[in-house]
């Protein structure tokens, strides 16, 4: 079994273009103004650096865009899945279940918290968590189903919902639905909802990377859940007077361009989305590549826009085809994201004995060239060239030696 996938090519000091955007989103003269207006007013030892005020009207704004009643701020996505994770207050034996097609994030924080990690695998369109399987490994010792908006594709919740209510555990009832939005805040589930209104927790993340930045780091959870919300706050801030806790919070100035950044969101995916649509008609003819999937409505915010290279090229023939971008045409990939078992030590020695052939073959095809609504028309349109006759150059080679 592989340990250390190769997830970029194999040289980039050829690249034109990076493996991946350094930041997802953008600034503008808005955010730089309410930096400016917080170092100003911060520079006041009467005033200082206290977040409460910035923190809390940052989350009553996401609450109120997500639809969820209660949002809670925190300093990073992983911290703030930490502690939904935390507050079940997971026991040996205790499951849940998520893709092994994964950032190995959420995989990381379940083991962290003494749960019992379960894979499942991908279904094949969305690359995201398939319901049939979920049920297939759903057990009575089963306490969440952890979800994961597979880079930027908004699943729907509703069958996992389901299997989850007529699943109950013997103790807490039915399993929680936690839900990974850290590449999909913005989007929308097929009711129309927005991602942070179902489920009982969804987490995000403002990483540099993500649709939306609070200066490189911080997070938010959403919830409908009061008791969660409570908790959550404690945690995040020494436990109040009288819980375990520690210091996880926001500061002023992530919450402040935050606020920002969550009014501009909208208008940063539909840039996105109308770029990735624009290269999905680009490549549509190239034969060899199976495209990410169209599904309207915000349902996919396209945080990567991945490929498909063919069954018989998985693993060589995916890896000929980064190489030969990044060598020959100067454009940088990535696989985003490997199955986490060959990823990750840790994650590898927890799931011993469990195997997920479905995402493994999957993750073997998967490549993610480099997209961003800042590149300009010009460069975009050498990277779909690039794309193209890469994919053509692999193909005559693979031809060749047959």
């Known amino acids: 079994m592989p340990t250390n996938p190769d997830t970029v090519p ?18 503008t003269t808005a955010e730089h103004e309410a930096l400016a207006k917080v170092l100003d007013e911060s520079d006041d030892w009467r005033t200082g650096w206290k977040a409460l005020p910035y923190t809390d009207a940052f989350e009553a704004a996401f609450a109120g865009h997500t639809g969820a009643r209660h949002a809670v ?7 703030a899945m930490e502690m939904v994770l935390r507050y079940l207050k997971l026991t040996p034996g205790d499951e849940v279940i998520s893709c092994a097609l994964n950032f ?24 995201g968590l398939d319901a049939a399987d979920t049920e297939r490994v759903l057990t009575p010792r089963t306490r969440a189903i952890l ?27 039915p399993p929680v639905v936690i839900v990974d939005a850290a590449r999909a805040c913005g989007g929308r589930y097929p009711s129309g909802a927005r991602v942070g209104a179902e489920g009982w927790a969804t987490v995000f993340s403002f990483e540099s990377k993500k649709l939306m930045t609070t200066f490189g780091q911080g997070g938010m959870v959403t919830t409908h859940d009061p008791a969660l919300a409570e ?27 935050g606020l920002v950044q969550l009014a501009r969101l909208d208008e940063m995916n539909s840039a996105r989305i109308a770029r990735a649509h624009d290269r999905t008609c680009a490549l549509m003819d190239v034969a060899e590549l199976t495209l990410p999937p169209t599904l309207d409505g915000g349902r996919h ?11 018989d090229w998985a693993g060589g023939g995916r890896a000929e085809l980064m190489n030969t971008l990044a060598d020959q045409y100067g454009v940088g990939s990535i696989v985003s994201d490997p199955v986490t078992y060959f990823g990750h030590g840790l994650i590898r020695e927890h799931t011993a004995g469990q195997r997920c052939p479905r995402a493994e073959q999957l993750a073997a095809r998967l490549l993610c060239p480099l997209l961003h609504p800042r590149i300009d028309q010009a460069d975009e349109a050498a990277i779909c060239d690039a794309i193209r006759q890469a994919t053509a150059d692999v193909a005559a080679t693979r031809h060749a030696t047959d």
């Open 147 to 173: 979800l994961t908006h597979w880079n930027g594709a908004v699943a729907d919740l509703r069958p996992f919902l389901e299997l989850a209510a007529a699943h109950p555990h013997p103790v807490h009832g």
């Open 10 to 27: 194999a040289r980039v000091d050829r690249l034109r273009w990076p493996v991946e955007p350094a930041q997802g989103g953008w600034y």
């Open 301 to 311: 915010l396209y945080y990567r826009h991945n490929l498909l290279v063919p069954e």
């Open 104 to 127: 190995v994030g959420p995989h990381i924080a379940v083991i962290g918290q003494g749960g019992h990690l379960i894979l499942a695998e991908p279904e094949p369109v969305t690359l």
């Open 231 to 257: 908790r959550l706050r404690w945690l995040r801030a020494y436990g109040g007077r009288d819980h375990w806790g520690t210091n996880q919070m926001m500061s002023k100035v992530q919450a402040a361009v």
């Open 73 to 79: 701020a925190f300093n990073s996505g992983g911290t």
